[in-house]
């Protein structure tokens, strides 16, 4: 039986890492930005594992401002793939070579 | 009782995500995404954060996977009629991934925070609230004027192209 801190610990790291590796690997922009997501979200976990013990709950706190900032990361990023898209009509990574038209 | 919750969400949120890592479906990725949110929603009511999980359902379920359907939707096709998906960087991006959640790993474990018990609370949301407007004022008006920046700079930059 594991300690459930050393449990979230790791579920956190999984998910940081699969973040990463979503990041690296994948061709399409939208899966990056898949991968960005689960990425703050594994640090969201980190966050909120410390904060279980904690009597006041600072790494909840700082959990919601984390989930603020995804959402307006996600808002901007999801308005440039739509130019890019409607500029280069693809969304093929290894295409986007230009950065003048 | 509590621990088969832990592991059970715990699953949830490992298959979900090592299945994201081997989909080449968008619409897939999309509906995986909302699971894994999902479970990791449960997984912050046990660590006693049962408002952020609430917000997780609302913002990341509710918000941010409308965006990202909408996004697939609107850049799924390209002129020639396929979906680009697929690989690249394979060996370098397994080998860098592996090598940090190996060196995480082995700090996580080393670590000497000892056996804490998680505590259970009530009454979260009115602290929450208070230290809001108390401790963090700061950091709760600046971010509000960043959404308001998001909004504008999004709708601006979103709208049909300004030239051509």
């Given at each position: ?57 600072q790494?909840?706190l700082m959990?919601i401002f984390?989930?603020v ?33 | ?129 208070i230290r809001f407007l108390t401790q963090y004022i700061l950091a709760f008006e600046l971010i509000a004027f960043l959404l ?17």
């Amino acid at each position: 039986m594991l300690d459930p801190i050393i449990f979230g610990l790791i579920i956190g790291t999984f998910l940081f890492c699969t973040g990463v590796l979503i990041v690296i690997v994948k061709k399409n922009a939208i899966f990056v930005m898949i991968g960005i997501e689960l990425m703050l979200n594994g640090a969201n976990v980190n966050l909120v594992v410390f904060s279980g013990s904690d009597p006041n709950i600072q790494g909840q706190l700082m959990g919601i401002f984390v989930v603020v900032l995804a959402a307006a990361e996600s808002v901007v990023a999801l308005a440039i793939m739509l130019n890019i898209f409607r500029h280069f009509q693809t969304l093929d990574l290894n295409s986007l070579k230009k950065l003048k038209h | 009782m509590i621990e088969v919750w832990m592991y059970f969400f715990g699953l949830l949120i490992l298959v979900s995500a090592l299945t994201l890592i081997f989909t080449e479906n968008l619409i897939y990725a999309a509906f995986l995404l909302a699971l894994c949110l999902l479970s990791i929603a449960g997984f912050y009511v046990i660590y006693n954060a049962s408002f952020l999980a609430v917000i997780q359902i609302l913002i990341y379920a509710g918000g941010i996977l409308i965006l990202i359907a909408f996004g697939i939707m609107l850049t799924k096709r390209s002129p020639e009629g396929k979906v680009i998906v697929g690989y690249h960087l394979l060996f370098f991006g397994f080998l860098v991934t592996l090598g940090m959640a190996l060196l995480i790993y082995a700090l996580v474990v080393s670590s000497t925070i000892g056996p804490r018990e998680i505590l259970q609370t009530t009454g979260q949301v009115r602290e929450i609230g208070i230290r809001f407007l108390t401790q963090y004022i700061l950091a709760f008006e600046l971010i509000a004027f960043l959404l308001l920046v998001v909004l504008v700079g999004a709708s601006y930059s979103g709208k049909k192209s300004q030239h051509a």
